[in-house]
T-cell receptor, first 113, second 110 residues
């Protein structure tokens, strides 16, 4: 089992640029979650999907953020345009249906200058 | 609004001490409570609790849930320097939503 795979591991970009973060969930997992982690705010839920359908995106900070899950094995989180306050570690996590724990990827550390 | 509150925010103890970490919650349609340990990278799963009063145990770590008082504790006995980490509490609420507290940063002195 390869685990949840995120790319890139690190991303440094300038304010105003588009950023795309990628996630491959564990095979067979039908729920996928995107979180953002900062020292000040902890681990915040941005959006989650069940069976590739977005269920709750109320955590997405503003319209600059968007997420897609075109199939069961791939999801993207896009920020356009990026701002310095978007700097954080972004985690993707997946799990099986029902009462089962989340499995996290190693995260993408985003720095916007 | 659903929320998860952990205390203390940080804790420093000596190796061999016992620690208790707290997690209280307010969520709609509670389904389960989860504990995670986070060192340098991704959070790793420790426990999932769904029933009140049943202790889950793994080595020196144990956890219990009180659904009436809406809280959980995580105990670590005979702490070791390798236990130093951020411990995260999460609650699964309605529609499979999983939200986290801000964590307790635990540092074990040798």
């Amino acid at each position: 089992d390869a685990g949840v795979i995120q790319s890139p591991r690190h991303e440094v970009t300038e304010m105003g640029q588009e950023v795309t973060l990628r996630c491959k969930p564990i095979s067979g997992h039908n729920s996928l979650f995107w979180y953002r982690q900062t020292m000040m705010r902890g681990l915040e839920l941005l959006i989650y999907f069940n069976n590739n359908v977005p269920i709750d995106d109320s955590g997405m900070p503003e319209d600059r953020f968007s997420a897609k899950m075109p199939n069961a094995s791939f999801s993207t989180l896009k920020i356009q345009p990026s701002e310095p306050r978007d700097s954080a570690v972004y985690f993707c996590a997946s799990r099986y249906p029902g009462d089962s724990p989340l499995h996290f990827g190693n995260g993408t550390r985003l720095t916007v200058t | 609004e659903d929320k998860v509150v952990q205390s203390p925010l940080s804790l420093v103890v000596h190796e061999g001490d016992t620690v208790t970490l707290n997690c209280s919650y307010e969520v709609t349609n509670f389904r389960s409570l989860l504990w995670y340990k986070q060192e340098k990278k991704a959070p790793t799963f420790l426990f999932m609790l769904t029933s009140s009063g049943i202790e889950k145990k793994s080595g020196r770590l144990s956890s219990i849930l009180d659904k009436k008082e809406l809280f959980s504790i995580l105990n670590i006995t005979a702490t070791q320097t390798g236990d130093s980490a951020v411990y995260l509490c999460a609650v699964e609420a309605r529609d499979d939503k999983i939200i986290f507290g801000k964590g307790t940063r635990l540092h074990i002195l040798p």
